[in-house]
């Protein structure tokens, strides 16, 4: 949001962006946004990086290129693993009540370990 200074002596500024020459005031104060205008932009990116962590398909701001399904992978990788451990912990609890319930399996365990 430059201006450019048409003449100095009568103090008249050129506005690009309306296309306006007016008379330089010094009760009038203008702030150049300019150097904002990349932080904005900055924080664009990493508000929309934000929502996109919600969606496992889409790529990150700050990650290699064609990781776009990395995420998604991961997480599938990770509950197949975790499915298989509860699982495996679930059938072995189901296993150890039904020897211990029934008198006959709890016989041939005794047997099979070697005692009376």
Known sequence: MGVVRV???????????KGVI???REDVVQYALDPLYVKVERLDKIADDMMNQL??????????????KASYIGGLY????MGFIIG???????????????????????????GA
């Open 55 to 68: 969606v496992p398909d889409n790529e990150l701001l700050e990650s290699y290129p064609n990781r776009a």
């Open 7 to 17: 003449s100095t002596e009568l103090g008249l500024l050129f506005e690009p962006l």
């Open 88 to 114: 495996l912990v679930f059938s072995f609890v189901i296993l150890v009540s039904l020897v211990f319930t029934n008198q006959a399996a709890l016989d041939g365990l005794r047997k099979a370990i070697g």
């Open 78 to 81: 990770t509950n197949i693993w």
């Open 22 to 24: 007016s008379e330089q």
